[in-house]
Nanobody, 121 residues
Framework: QVQLVESGGGLVQPGGSLRLSCTTSGIIFSMYTMGWYRQAPEKQRELVATIRYSGSANVADSVKGRFTIARDNAKNTVYLEMNSLKPEDTAVYYC???????????????WGQGTQVTVSS
């Protein structure tokens, strides 16, 4: 059974910081690109950042310079360090795992349950 369990969300003031964690089980972590997505009320889910097993990362322009994605391959965990938070960062943040291999014509993809991040004074 595959599980992606996020933690670290909460309420923070503008300019503050939060660190999200996502611990996985049931997958071969090295075979997956890990990512963080977010969805604000009445908006589509959007990519925040992804990171390959090698450590190569891709970060959305909207958060570049403020957010950092990292992974600990020994702990099967991916992190999202968020600094200089803005009210527009308020959203539910979802952890994502996408296989780097195609299996039966597709790439297995899994999602966490989401963690709420609210940036407000």
């Amino acid at each position: 059974q595959v599980q992606l369990v996020e933690s670290g969300g909460g309420l923070v003031q503008p300019g503050g910081s939060l660190r999200l964690s996502c611990t996985t089980s049931g997958i071969i972590f090295s075979m997956y690109t890990m990512g963080w997505y977010r969805q604000a009320p009445e908006k589509q889910r959007e990519l925040v950042a992804t990171i390959r097993y090698s450590g190569s990362a891709n970060v959305a322009d909207s958060v570049k310079g403020r957010f950092t994605i990292a992974r600990d391959n020994a702990k099967n965990t991916v992190y999202l360090e968020m600094n200089s938070l803005k009210p527009e960062d308020t959203a539910v943040y979802y952890c994502n795992a996408e296989s780097t291999f195609v299996i039966n014509g597709g790439r297995p993809t899994y999602w966490g349950q989401g963690t709420q991040v609210t940036v407000s004074s």
